[in-house]
């Protein structure tokens, strides 16, 4: 494909990494890209030289019950994706070549954040996610690393990762990218039916409940209620909705803040999150 590099060794990743000079951005995806990749991809451009995109579904952030086989695998609309977004050089590595001594024994330990939230819901889910982030950082060596704020957990222990181990790399968080009615977007959103998608739209809804509770300047509790209040849909299973501050600690909250909310709607679990500034204490 013309004005891409796209490899799938190690060998021939690291060939090509070679040739990159400058800073690099690198963007770690599953694949199935669409406009949230999209503008990860963007914002990489507008920050390095050089942007490397890693391919990989990784069978480590995958439970026995989930959807590591029926996850889509759509690699030559992903590359027209990556051209289109000016990226250089893309990694598409199988199983085989990412773990090349079969699953790793050693893995990152994500901590009690790894063990809250998506952790508690998903065991052992953040121990895979930190171990491939860190064996892509190894590999692609870049000066800064893209993730999207919609896996907001993720991106706060990425860069605890980063900081608690020395890595060299500058960690750069996007916001997310929504379609006009608000739903996030998400890969997982293929899996959804007409109907299910309207049901989807609840997430957002308590969401934005929430961010205009904080504008009226009300306190964490009022907050989370009129976010609870929002979430109505009988089509969806709640699975969490909480507010912590930015860095998902818990406690009292004021300031920065974040709301998280998690559900299933239909067999497709679905997650996003909003920012949001609450009035300090009285």
């Known amino acids: 494909m013309s004005g891409i590099d ?36 963007r914002a990489a451009r507008e920050q390095a030289d050089h942007v490397v995109v890693t391919i990989f579904v990784n069978p480590l952030q995958f439970g026995p019950n989930e959807d590591f086989d029926r996850y889509p695998r759509t690699l030559e609309t992903d590359l027209e994706i990556c051209r289109r977004a000016g990226a250089d050089l893309v990694f598409a590595p199988s199983v085989a070549d990412m773990y090349p001594n079969g699953q790793p024994t050693v893995r990152l330990h994500p901590g009690p954040l790894g063990e809250d939230l998506e952790g508690l819901s998903r065991p052992g889910f953040f121990h895979g996610v930190l171990t491939v982030v860190m064996k892509l950082l190894q590999l692609t060596r870049p000066d800064l690393a893209f993730f999207g704020e919609k896996d907001y957990q993720q991106l706060t222990l990425v860069r605890r990762m980063v900081r608690d181990l020395d890595v060299p790399v500058e960690i750069v ?22 109907a299910e998608r309207q049901v989807a739209l609840t997430l957002s809804a308590a969401l934005r409940a929430g961010a205009s509770a904080a504008a009226r300047g009300e306190d964490a509790g009022a907050v989370l209620a009129a976010a609870h209040r929002a979430f109505d849909s009988p089509g969806a299973r709640l699975d969490y909705l ?38 300090p204490h009285a």
Do not use: C, F, Q
Not at 22 to 33: P, W
Not at 173 to 194: F, H, W
């Open 6 to 41: 796209v490899v799938h060794s190690r060998a021939e990743l690291a060939k090509a990494r070679a040739g990159l000079t400058g800073t690099v951005g690198v963007v770690m995806t599953m694949g199935a890209l669409h406009a949230g990749h999209e503008t990860l991809l």
């Open 173 to 194: 968080g996007v916001p997310t990218v929504r379609e006009p009615d608000g739903l996030a977007l998400s890969s997982r959103n293929r899996y959804l039916s007409p």
């Open 242 to 279: 909480v507010l912590t501050d930015a860095d998902l600690e818990p406690g009292p909250v004021a300031g920065p803040a974040r709301l998280l909310v998690a559900a299933w709607v239909g067999d497709t679990r679905l997650i996003d999150n909003i920012g949001l500034e609450l009035a």
